[in-house]
Structure formats: structure tokens, C-alpha cells
């Protein structure tokens, strides 16, 4: 099988090379499980945690690292932070390379089956029958989403999906609820919208053009599907384009505001605070910087659905190089295990501002104090078995960014939808044929 342009930040010679040594634990499909040492070892033990935690994350990581090492005095674990996620892979790709990996890692969730495929991250199966780990406790849908060809690559972390975040001072005052189907959108728009003669003075939603992420949950909303089963574009067919062509009705008529290029999040930001749009499609990772910083009450609605009613998980997720040496394979295993774990799901949620991923947590005394404290996430929660994967395919990230520039030809230069989506289709099954 061809690997090329798998990801946008890998070179051609450098997964040719993972592909080589990504494997050299010479373990082969079928093993049997890990075998439990038969005293645990307690000899010291040092692991490196490669992460792409921003500045408001780094106490909670802090005092997750100190909590797990008051637990297992003999394991140390050096957090390393190695920028956003693109640059973190590209250093993962480079000391794969080299053969001097760290031992823990977090992974951009649509980048997994990519690394999985490489043979670069551990089954983690092995393990969790080892142990016998209650899987089920995930929100499943966020579990499988660090899951490829029925690998447990990783697991859930710093988990978001993309919601409305809305004004709910105005949408009082204006006794008005979001919209949950496309059906509601129209009455909703009419009601929120406001026009000076040609002039658009307030928007009743907007959704970022920049970001793919949104438009593939309003596509799969609508009964599309950007990734066909037999992993062909589906950006052409019929009902993928159907959220498209809303979304020129909509823009046309003044209810909606989509933004493209440099400073267009920043834009969308500051005209919902200034009152100029009434919700924003965003990510929930960006939830708590909203409430401390809006002058206004927030809401959060789960995205309007037609055909599905589903949100798409972003974020990333905690995984095992498989090239690590075992003794730190154990240790990692234990790091992974209590970084995602019940007991301190709900406490780590409240220092990242992502979502807690565990059902026992989120049902918990705990989980409905934070609930009672941060209530906009319940939204969230409430659907939270309808929080799911993006398209799971090695080439796909790369070539899903032909729907980006298919939408900044509709928004920019207004080109036909229909031309641009099967412009981008054609441009998307080139970089699939590749693989």
C-alpha cells in the first residue's frame, strides 16, 4: 500500500521510515495478552509525557503529575511541552526516527488513525483485558475515537465538540430558544436577525469557514458524508451538499455570518460580544474562556440536526509509543490509567475546560456539583453518546482540506456551491487515490 501525503506535516521519507522501525516490538496480530509481572516492580523509574497543554492547562497538569506520583513514588514523569498539535507530530515523526521516543504522548484525535496505521502508537487491548479495565465507563463515542481497525490506540483526554455558544441575556429579552433542527432554523432567524435597509446589523448565528470541523457536523446533520465507505469523497453527493446550500440561503439573507481567513475567529468573537451575532458555532474547548469573559449570561445549545443530531469530537488524546522500552510501557500504562480515570475526571475537566469523558464521573456527587457550577455544560452531556469520531482514515485530514478552500471560494469570491464542492471533490479523491 502507498503511504503518501498522510499528513500535511509529515515528509514522504519520514513515514517511510516509521513504517520500518514503528513496529520493532515485533508483536503480531493475534498475541496473547500482556502478561502481569508476577511482583510489580517498583524500580525507578523515569517517563517523558510530550504534550501540547496551553498555559491554562499547565496547573491542572501539574497537579494531576503530583497526585500520580504521590501514588507511584518510584515512577517520575517529565512533562515536555512541544508546541500545538502540527508541531508536536512532526517531533514525534522526527524521534520515531531516531529511535529516542518518549514514552507517552498526546495525539490530535483525526491524526490517530495515521500514527495507528504507521504501527507507531501501542495497542493499548492487550492491556485493558490485562487489567480488566471498564471501557464501557467512556462516553463511547469519545473511546472509539481512539480506536482504528479495532486498535486501542489511546485514549480520551482533552475532549471537545463543537457547539452554539449563545447569548442567553438576549435570546431572553427576545424569548427565543435555539434552534435543535434545521426545520426551527428559519422562524429562529427571523425572530434574532436584524437589518438597517441592506445593511446586516445583527446576526442571528455565524459558523466558522476556517475550520472543516463544523461543516462536517452540519454535513453528517444533513444525511452527507465527507468520507464514503469505500473511502471516496463524498462532498459531491447530494445530501452532503444540502447543508452547503442552506448555508448560501441563509448568508443571503442576512441570518448568517461564516468568516474565512486570518483574523476571522477573532472577528466571529468580537462581534458576538459586541451583540452583532447571537450565537456562535464553536468549540466547547473554548466554553470557559466565554463565560469569564462575556458580559452577558452564556448559553449552550447542542448543534441542530435534520437527518442525524451529532457533534464531532476535537481535541486529543493520551497514547503509548510502542517503541518505548517495556519497563516504561508499564509506567506509561499506569500514567495513561490515572490521567483518564473516574476519580479525577471531573477535577481535571474543571482545570482544562474540556469535558469529563467517564459516565460514572459525570454522574457523581461530584459531577453534579461542577454541573450545578458550570451549568452550560450540561447541554453537552446531554448528548454526550451522540459526541462522536470525525472520519476515520490515514489520508483523510490532508484531504479534507479541500473542503476548506472550497468554502473560501464560496465566501470570498461567491462561486457556485455545487462547482466549488465538486471542485473540492475531485481535488479530495486525488489525495484518497494516493494512499
Known amino acids: 500500500m502507498k ?15 516509521t513504517s520500518l522501525i514503528g513496529c520493532s516490538s515485533g508483536k503480531e496480530e493475534g498475541e496473547a495478552p500482556v502478561a502481569p509481572p508476577a511482583e510489580e516492580d517498583r524500580t525507578p523509574v523515569t517517563i517523558q509525557y510530550w504534550h501540547a497543554h496551553a498555559d491554562n492547562q499547565m496547573e491542572g497538569l501539574n497537579f494531576m503529575i503530583k497526585e500520580f506520583q504521590e501514588k507511584y513514588p518510584w515512577i517520575t514523569v517529565e512533562p515536555v511541552y512541544q508546541g500545538a498539535y502540527g508541531d508536536l507530530h512532526k517531533k514525534l515523526m522526527a524521534a520515531v526516527a531516531a529511535k529516542d521516543v518518549p514514552a507517552v504522548t498526546n495525539v490530535e484525535v483525526a491524526s490517530l488513525p495515521t500514527f495507528g496505521d504507521g504501527g507507531i502508537f501501542m495497542d493499548l ?28 490506540y489511546g485514549f480520551p483526554l482533552i475532549v471537545s465538540s463543537n457547539v452554539f455558544i449563545y447569548n442567553k441575556t438576549m435570546f431572553d429579552q427576545l424569548g427565543v430558544t435555539p434552534p435543535q433542527t434545521w426545520d426551527e432554523i428559519e422562524p429562529f432567524a427571523q425572530k434574532v436577525s436584524q437589518k438597517e435597509g441592506n445593511n446586516v446589523t445583527r446576526y442571528a448565528f455565524a459558523v466558522p469557514g476556517w475550520d472543516v470541523w463544523y461543516s462536517e457536523t452540519w454535513m453528517r446533520n444533513g444525511g452527507g458524508t465527507p468520507l464514503t465507505e469505500d473511502h471516496k469523497s463524498g462532498l459531491d453527493q447530494e445530501k452532503s451538499l444540502k447543508f452547503i446550500k442552506k448555508f448560501k440561503e441563509w448568508m443571503d439573507k442576512g441570518y448568517m455570518q461564516m468568516g474565512y481567513g486570518k483574523g476571522a ?5 468580537q462581534m458576538f460580544f459586541d451583540g452583532k451575532i447571537g450565537m456562535v458555532h464553536h468549540t466547547s474547548g473554548q466554553l470557559k474562556w466565554y463565560i469569564e469573559n462575556a458580559g452577558f449570561e452564556i448559553g449552550v445549545s447542542f448543534p441542530p440536526g435534520d437527518e442525524n443530531h451529532i457533534s464531532q469530537i476535537g481535541g486529543a488524546g493520551i497514547a503509548i509509543m510502542d517503541m518505548a522500552p517495556d519497563n516504561q510501557k508499564e509506567a506509561a ?14 477535577r481535571w475537566a474543571d482545570y482544562s475546560g474540556y ?6 464521573a459525570i454522574n457523581s456527587q461530584e459531577g453534579k456539583d461542577y454541573f450545578e457550577k458550570r451549568p452550560q455544560y450540561k447541554a453537552i452531556l446531554d448528548n454526550i453518546d451522540n459526541v462522536v469520531a470525525r472520519p476515520q482514515y490515514p489520508p483523510y485530514p490532508e484531504a479534507i482540506t479541500n473542503l476548506t478552500e472550497a468554502l473560501g471560494k464560496i465566501i470570498l469570491e461567491n462561486m457556485d456551491v455545487e462547482a466549488a464542492f465538486k471542485e473540492a471533490a475531485q481535488k479530495m479523491n486525488e489525495v484518497l487515490d494516493d494512499y
Open 355 to 360: 469535558l469529563p469523558t467517564r459516565k460514572s
Open 265 to 269: 475567529s477573532a472577528d466571529m468573537r
Open 3 to 17: 503511504m503518501k501525503k498522510v499528513l500535511q506535516t509529515m515528509t514522504v521519507a519520514a513515514l517511510a521510515a
Open 125 to 152: 487491548n492487550p492491556y485493558i483485558k490485562r487489567d480488566k479495565l471498564d471501557t464501557e465507563d467512556f462516553a463511547q463515542g469519545m473511546f472509539k475515537a481512539y480506536s482504528y481497525e479495532g486498535k486501542q
Open 333 to 346: 500504562w499506569k500514567f495513561v490509567q490515572f490521567m483518564t480515570s473516574s476519580e479525577y475526571n471531573i
